[in-house]
């Protein structure tokens, strides 16, 4: 589902969430904080990215992390994902949900 979220003369600005599953090796590199939107469970995004963890290359400032080695982490909150995290192997699997924004032309409704 696509949200729009910001409009000029030329084009309408679009976020919608995409989902990916990622294969990294620990240690991961990554900052994570726990963020809590009015109404939802906890979840825990990434917040920063050294560049030499091998998470570089794959997440992104911003994603949620969703789940890990397959297993939903969705509401465990801060503690839960980095125990499940702690508990993974050395390859770990951990799925993100990712906002991607998108432009896409004005398209101007016809007067009557």
């Known amino acids: 589902m696509q949200v729009l979220v910001k409009s ?3 084009f309408d600005y679009f ?3 995409d989902t990916l599953d990622v294969t990294l090796r620990k240690p991961l590199g990554a900052t994570l904080v726990e963020v809590v939107a009015t109404g939802q469970a906890p979840a825990v995004k990434v917040k920063a990215l050294q560049e030499d963890g091998s998470a570089a290359a794959m997440l992104k400032p911003g994603d949620i992390i969703r789940s890990v080695m397959g297993e939903s982490v969705a509401a465990m909150g ?3 994902v980095m125990a ?3 508990a993974a192997p050395d390859e770990v699997r951990i799925g993100v949900s990712r906002a991607v924004i998108s432009r896409e032309p004005r398209v101007e409704e016809p007067t009557k």
Do not use: C, N, Q, S
């Open 84 to 86: 499940a995290l702690g």
């Open 78 to 80: 801060f503690d839960g």
């Open 8 to 10: 000029d003369d030329a």
């Open 15 to 17: 976020r919608r969430w």
